[in-house]
């Protein structure tokens, strides 16, 4: 099992940036997708949630109206599109997956760094 995020980096606030994970070894289509994220000091937090088909969508209340979570389930991909982006975004951003036909099992993948800073 693997997933892989990339699409992180250095960015001033109000910029964007566009997240990806790259997923393998497992079923993607029946998995619900999570995009998390942990800053300095903090707990780990949920950003944003999809569904297997992508028909419900879910935002932490921080990010509602400026992230946008995405799925493309013949490509094995999940995204994350980020815009107005403020310094408290910064974080490392994971990628998480929930089978469905594996009650109890999680997978992450290993993070990527995104920094908001003039």
């Known amino acids: 099992v693997q997933l892989v995020e990339s699409g992180g980096g250095l960015v001033q606030p109000g910029g964007s940036l566009r997240l990806s994970c790259a997923a393998s070894g497992f079923t993607f289509s029946r998995s619900n997708m999570r995009w998390y994220r942990q800053a300095p000091g903090k707990e780990r937090e949920l950003v944003a949630a999809?569904?297997?088909?992508?028909?419900?969508?879910n935002y932490a209340d921080s990010v509602k109206g400026r992230f946008t979570i995405s799925r493309d389930n013949a490509k094995n991909m999940l995204y994350l599109q980020m815009n107005g982006l403020k310094a408290e975004d910064t974080a490392v951003y994971y990628c998480?997956?929930?089978?469905?036909?594996?009650?109890?099992?999680?997978?992450w993948g290993q993070g990527t760094q995104v920094t908001v800073s003039s």
């Open positions: 998480n997956a929930v089978p469905q036909y594996i009650p109890g099992v999680k997978y």
């Open positions: 999809i569904s297997v088909a992508g028909l419900s969508v």
